[in-house]
C-alpha cells in the first residue's frame, strides 16, 4: 500500500489552499471592475471566476484520487 508521508499531504494542502486563495483574490479583483471601461460590482465576473477556479480544483483532486486508488489496487 503507497502511504503518504505528512511533509507531502501538508505540501498538497499547501497547494490547494494558495490556489483557493489567489482564485478569491481574483474573483474580488474581478468583481470590483477597476479596469477602465468596465462596469463595476459585476456579480457575474467573480461567480465565473469562482467557478473556473473550484472546477479546476475538482479536476485536480479527482484526478489525485484517481491515481491514488489505482495505486492502492496496484499494490495489492
Known amino acids: ?3 503518504h508521508s ?3 499531504l501538508y505540501l498538497l494542502g499547501g497547494i ?3 490556489l483557493a486563495v489567489w482564485g478569491i483574490y481574483l474573483a474580488i ?4 471592475g477597476m479596469g477602465e471601461g ?5 456579480i457575474r465576473r ?3 471566476v469562482i467557478a473556473c477556479m473550484g472546477g479546476f480544483l475538482l479536476f485536480w483532486g479527482a484526478l489525485l484520487w484517481n491515481r491514488n486508488r489505482r495505486t492502492n489496487s496496484d499494490d495489492s
Open 29 to 32: 479583483g474581478s468583481y470590483l
Open 1 to 3: 500500500m503507497a502511504t
Open 46 to 48: 467573480g461567480l465565473m
Open 38 to 42: 468596465t462596469r463595476a460590482y459585476d
Open 16 to 18: 490547494i489552499a494558495a
Open 6 to 8: 505528512k511533509q507531502t
